[in-house]
T-cell receptor, first 118, second 114 residues
């Protein structure tokens, strides 16, 4: 049973280019979460998606960032016109159903994509 | 506004001894807490969790204690092993903005000395 897959593992972009980060959840998981980790900080929630639906994008910057989880294929986090401040590790997590107190389902994390903006 | 705080950025412990990692939170609405372990260049791995209706949860060498009145939780690892050397993150969820939204601390780097 493969874990959460993310690719690429490392991505280098120049300022102004686009970055596309992919996440394939664990088999049987229909909930996907994206987090960002800046250097020396904890992971920060960005967005929560289910198939073909964005449930909560409150942690995502209003401009340049978008996320999708299509019916078929991986979840994509897209960053347009990248700036140096976007350099970070981006982690995707998945769960079989909603996580939290009453479901006791943990989020399983992928290995992350380290984005470097030159 | 850091709602989940891990005030010790690093901790060194001798192999075989107890490791105690601490975490404080400010939001009294949090009702579910987790600990994750992270090795370099890997994603966080779930270790153990606790609901606010409990004050202790144990899984093998790992025990999490929750003190709701102090808004404090701790992770005990006994006995500590060199393979436990990693960064440990505590996380909380359950406030009104969404139980799925994990709020992470900044992590504590544990080094277990052989």
């Amino acid at each position: 049973n493969a874990g959460v897959m993310q690719n690429p593992r490392h991505l280098v972009r120049r300022r102004g280019q686009e970055a596309r980060l992919r996440c394939s959840p664990m088999k049987g998981h229909s909930h996907v979460y994206w987090y960002r980790q800046l250097p020396e900080e904890g992971l920060k929630f960005m967005v929560y998606l289910q198939k073909e639906n964005i449930i909560d994008e409150s942690g995502m910057p209003k401009e340049r960032f978008s996320a999708e989880f299509p019916k078929e294929g991986p979840s994509i986090l897209r960053i347009q016109q990248v700036v140096r401040g976007d350099s970070a590790a981006y982690f995707c997590a998945s769960s079989p159903s909603l996580t939290g107190t009453y479901s006791y389902n943990e989020q399983f994390f992928g290995p992350g994509t380290r984005l470097t903006v030159l | 506004d850091q709602q989940v705080k891990q005030n010790s950025p690093s901790l060194s412990v001798q192999e075989g001894r107890i490791s105690i990692l601490n975490c404080d939170y400010t939001n009294s609405m949090f009702d579910y807490f987790l600990w994750y372990k992270k090795y370099p260049a890997e994603g966080p791995t779930f270790l153990i969790s606790i609901s606010s209706i409990k004050d202790k949860n144990e899984d093998g060498r790992f025990t999490v204690f929750l003190n709701k009145s102090a808004k404090h939780l701790s992770l005990h690892i006994v006995p500590s092993q060199p393979g436990d050397s990693a960064v440990y993150f505590c996380a909380a969820s359950g406030d009104t903005s969404g139980t799925y939204k994990y709020i992470f601390g900044t992590g504590t780097r544990l080094k277990v000395l052989a």
